[in-house]
């Protein structure tokens, strides 16, 4: 009797183990806010990430290898910032229907030091492209004026707060940053996979470009970024900061992003694939900076009625035998702007 009752008992405490790891795991499994995402470390040892919404943990993500299961951890948002209270310009208007087309964001989000943003007749353009409603919302973002309590340089103001801003913005929601002069080729889904992705120059001594970067508002190195500017911001030059030093950072630890080489805004290759010249090039690249401040790279004209540098828009872009002409045809709708 005693015997039958002792395993009565431990049969008991075995089935009552049992159920307390099965509760365990229902719950974790169940969890709606809740999934368990196995990666790699950089010894390729298996480990786990914990996501819950959007708090991802990435202490031993392989931006190489991005999620193994081929799951988004980028939403795809697009962001481009707009300062100052210029107008849209036609170039800019066709990067972002570029955005809008090629990417299909859920949200893309022009955020401004506006208050009461219109800009102009381009905008007007973008606004009110059917594949824009519901999908464009203009958000304000004031220009900064310092940073870890060093002023900005107020010569380079506008182009270090929007250095600043982009690193802002990605930190806030996560996304897809543009510089608004970057041309969304085609999906940059790929790189949603991964926790940070940049495009990286394959050459000696070749630097990042920030003029498109995707990353989780958790990124590693987006943190790290921000901070580097506490004790080394260079307030008199131009790109240090955007470009030299995280580079520099980069090198000691490339863990913390997925590299692109070549085909993600790389810097002085698209002027004469852009602005010289036909051919279907431009279309294996991911995303394109067009560099359009820096028309003085190309060198020469196309003719008569081609020149460089030029403002354009969508009458005299027709005259440009060139893949921007074929770029902008591509997106834009010719029909569609009002007339000055």
Known sequence: MN?????????????????????????????????????????????????????????????????????????????????????????????????????????????????????????????????????????????????????????????????????????????????????????LDDFRRYEMTLGWEDVSGGGISNQVILAHKNARFLKEWMYSYKDDYQSREWFYNAGVRPTQLLRERPHLVHRVKRLLAEWTDPVKLVYVGLSKDWTIHYAIHLLINHQYMIGRNLSQTATYPVVFNETNILLYEANIRDMALAVYPFDKTNPL
């Open 3 to 187: 015997r039958f009752r002792n395993s009565n008992i431990l049969g008991s405490c075995a089935v009552v183990f049992l159920l307390g790891i099965t509760i365990f795991y229902w719950y974790q499994c169940c969890d709606c806010n809740a999934k368990i995402l196995p990666v790699k470390c950089h010894d390729r040892s298996s480990v786990s990430v914990s996501v819950r919404g959007a708090d991802l943990d990435f202490d031993g993500f392989d931006n190489e290898l991005g999620s193994p299961t081929g799951e988004y951890v980028v939403p795809n948002i697009v962001h481009f910032i707009h300062f100052g209270n210029g107008s849209t310009t036609f170039i800019q208007a066709v990067c972002i229907l570029a955005a809008i087309k090629n990417q299909k964001p859920e949200k893309l989000l022009i955020h401004t030091d506006q208050r009461n943003f219109d800009g102009g007749r381009y905008w007007h353009v973008v606004r009110d492209h059917p594949l824009a409603e519901g999908v464009v919302h203009v958000e304000h973002l004031p220009l900064p004026e310092s940073i870890f309590e060093q002023p900005l340089s107020q010569g380079w103001r506008m182009f270090h707060g929007s250095d600043i801003g982009r690193l802002q913005v990605l930190m806030a929601h996560g996304g897809i940053y543009l510089d608004m002069d970057s041309y969304v080729v085609r999906s």
